[in-house]
């Protein structure tokens, strides 16, 4: 027989307890029946119109997403708009949607710990540690081999799937770059802490002017690594192929596709 929604959240609880997650997050069974049984897994960062409408033409008993479609609150499931009507097509399409957010973020193959490992690096630690030494957000190491600003950014360029907001990067090309400091997804919180101001580049998304502005002056008077802002996405996606390898482990004859639907926001940028 085929395991349940129910077995599978088991499961899921196993790769990414709830208890990692922050106080202001949702993860965890958005919809779906607990005894439905469940073929096929299906995973997108981005529980969106798109990804929701591959999930059930795929014939997928379940959406297992990154981001909580109900992370913020809605008063309102109408199909005529964007979360009621993916509600409304997934359980039409008897398709579970269960949410893997920063519980998934701090474990030690989570978000920060995938984009980690596909640069290379090496002794690596949490940013901000949590229930254990090897739990927590982001993550710090050191690079293979002694590199520089400019050609990280390059590789990142070669790592992470093409968005049309590429990838940003404050200092100099030739920089030397030894320790890296990242977080995957939105990591500006995490600017003042003690393992981001002493590597020598801080790799995250969703840098805002201000916060990036205040944190390059700062560095250009009392030292401090250099930033590159990457997709939100992007960051994220790559470990989508991590989850669904431990799925496929732990749910013998199951099948576990990963979407490669861009749900980057952006279409396109002009270059001035």
């Known amino acids: 027989m085929a395991p349940t929604v129910a077995d599978i959240l088991v499961v899921a609880e196993g790769l990414w307890p709830a208890s990692g997650a922050s106080d202001w997050d949702a993860p965890g069974l958005v919809s779906g ?34 981001h909580p479609l109900l992370l913020r609150g809605v008063t309102t499931v109408a199909e005529d708009r964007y979360k009621g009507s993916v509600l409304a097509r997934l359980i039409r399409g008897d398709c579970a949607l269960l949410a893997a957010h920063t519980n998934a973020d701090v474990v030690e193959t989570g978000t920060s710990a995938t984009l980690a490992a596909r640069l290379g690096l090496t002794h690596q630690s949490p940013i901000v540690p949590g229930e254990s030494a090897d739990r927590g957000i982001g993550r710090v190491g050191t690079v293979a081999a002694p590199t520089t600003l400019g050609r990280l950014a390059r590789e990142l360029a070669t790592i ?21 400091a990242l977080c995957a997804g939105a990591g500006d919180s995490l600017l003042g802490e003690a393992a981001v101001l002493t590597a020598d580049v801080y ?5 805002r002017h201000h916060p990036a502005s205040e944190f390059r002056e700062n560095a250009r008077i009392a030292g401090g690594p250099a930033l590159i802002d990457v997709s939100h996405w992007a960051s994220e996606w790559l470990w989508l192929d991590t989850a669904a390898t431990q799925l496929r482990d732990a749910l013998s004859g199951v099948t576990v596709t990963v979407s490669e639907l861009r749900t980057d926001p952006w279409d396109f940028a002009v270059v001035q």
């Open 203 to 207: 790799i995250t998304s969703d840098l």
């Open 33 to 66: 029946d607990l005894a439905a049984e469940v073929r096929h897994i299906h995973l997108a960062v981005d529980a969106v119109r798109d990804t929701v409408d591959e999930a059930v033409e795929l014939g997928a008993g379940m959406l297992l997403s990154h």
């Open 160 to 180: 992470l799937p093409p968005t049309a907001g590429g990838i940003r990067v404050s200092g100099e090309y030739d920089t030397p770059v030894t320790t890296v």
